[in-house]
């Protein structure tokens, strides 16, 4: 008996220090988290999020923000952009309280999942926690609230109901439900995601014997959540089908890197690994090292899919990266101090050192990570301080709302985060003209007489088109200011390309007229640490033209404008 109530007493005292642990790793985040509600919030965020505003505002997708991303990832930012609208709180705050919010319901949907793991002891659910917590946070760093990032929270425990219920676990119908639902809405986000759920699906097919895991609840959840989303696409989003879609896929979406694909290649190669230490060298290791692996490995296809090579197109797979990756250095620490008991060792002990040693490690990747340049960030005070920003708060107070601007060739990415300090309206459409490198790329090839993704009538009817709506922008919102920014020519690098230029030399009926309209003010050369806590290797200074409305220029309102 009292050997029972002294195994039950270290088994509680062991249960609190990993749980303290865990709350000590929150408590060194507390800088990070200082730090990121400070800082500059990332800019595709920002600009998704004031997209998400047009849209509360009834506004057309192609008149008003005609972007890359599908319109699922700018409703998920409806609730930011609502805190904004309806509060009056800053936007960028809004921001980081939304995603926050969403860090924190992530976190306790993965805790409380992760207690139905029996095979699990208290200190590899805390440890698989902690790595969770960790690539959430200092390694989002920027991209912290990104789409892909918020993807990855509702995937994580999104997957871990699924192998419950492949496991036939009885949960909570009120977890079960908030779970699936999150995980079905945000996947949609990127539906290529949507092959790990489709894996779990065939595995359980497989392992059980039956096909009717289509009736199952994650199932429907997932297939219910799609048909409404396409059901959505078509009645309320049916320009972004016709008009913008095709033009991302051959603009945009159709670049992908060779070096990319690669790159994939060798990140899905070393995702595997803990899949075959596991089999191959601990056959009673936890199920899930294996399972987060191979779930790893899948989270890679659609990086490669997307071919960018951002960093935060891999956030999804970090998040299961380094939690396989903690689990199996703690689980082989237990194994080997097992393997090696003379005279034997109490398995509280080998437990203990299983849970100290990955969690001692994850502490210093913490500490270390705050000494990079990188978790120094731009604060919004700093940003509020800008040449920039200072320049449109002076055409506030002369125009008031009537204040509006243009910002062409956005090398910096700061065209967002202007209106955000600011309050000035962006009259541009584009987040930034990124159908212009497609365009200029086909124009070369074709005057060299080689091989090009368009043909010189298609090229013409898209320069033709985007010169239309740049043009229709500008007489829609009549912008005060015009920064014009002289980037390297995605054509030939050796020369600066600018868009001022481009569009007089490809409408000149439209766009003289309404460059008459402004004079230059001045030319600048601009750093991008004037704006951000860093800028690219090798990276010189850019020049920006700014232009402003001269005193007596009027324009023609088109019918039914005010």
Known sequence: MRKANTLAYQEK???FFCTASFFALCLILIPWLSSYWEQVPNTDVTYITLSAGRMLDGLRMSEAYYDTNMPLSIMAQIPAAALAKFTGIPIYYAISIYALSLLALSLAAVAKLLTYFKELGVEQRIIILSAYLYANTMLADYDFGQKDHLLGMALFPLVLTQILITRKTTLPNALKISVLAAGSFFILIKPHFGIVPACIFIHRSLTQRRLSVVFDKDFLWLAGMAIGYIAVLFFFFADFLTIILPDVITYYASDISEKVVATGVILILKAIVPFFIAQLFFKNAPSLISAFSLITALCFIPFIMQGKGWAYHALPADMFLYSTAILLVSYSIYASINALRKPKIPSITARAASFILPMAALFALVIKSYALPHTHSY???????????????????KYRDDCTFIMLNDVLNITQELQIYTGANN?????????????????????????????????????????????EDFERHDPKLIFVAHIPNPANREKLFDLRSYTIEKAPELFTPIWDRYELEKSEMVDRL???????????????????KKENARIKKEPGQQ
């Not at 604060?379 to 107070?397: G, L, M, P, S, W």
């Not at 990124?434 to 898209?462: H, R």
Request: proline residues 5%.
């Open 530 to 548: 004037d704006y951000m806590y860093a800028k690219m290797p090798g990276e010189g200074l850019m020049r920006y033209d700014l232009y402003r």
């Open 427 to 471: 009259a541009l459409r584009f987040p930034y003209q990124w159908f212009i490198p497609k365009m200029l790329n086909a124009q070369k090839s074709l005057d060299e007489g080689k091989p090009s993704t368009l043909s010189q009538e298609e090229l013409d009817a898209a320069i033709n088109k985007y010169m239309k709506m740049i043009a």
């Open 13 to 15: 005292s062991f249960a």
């Open 379 to 397: 604060t919004h005070a700093d940003y509020k301080n800008t040449e920039f920003v200072n320049r449109i708060e002076q055409c506030i107070t």
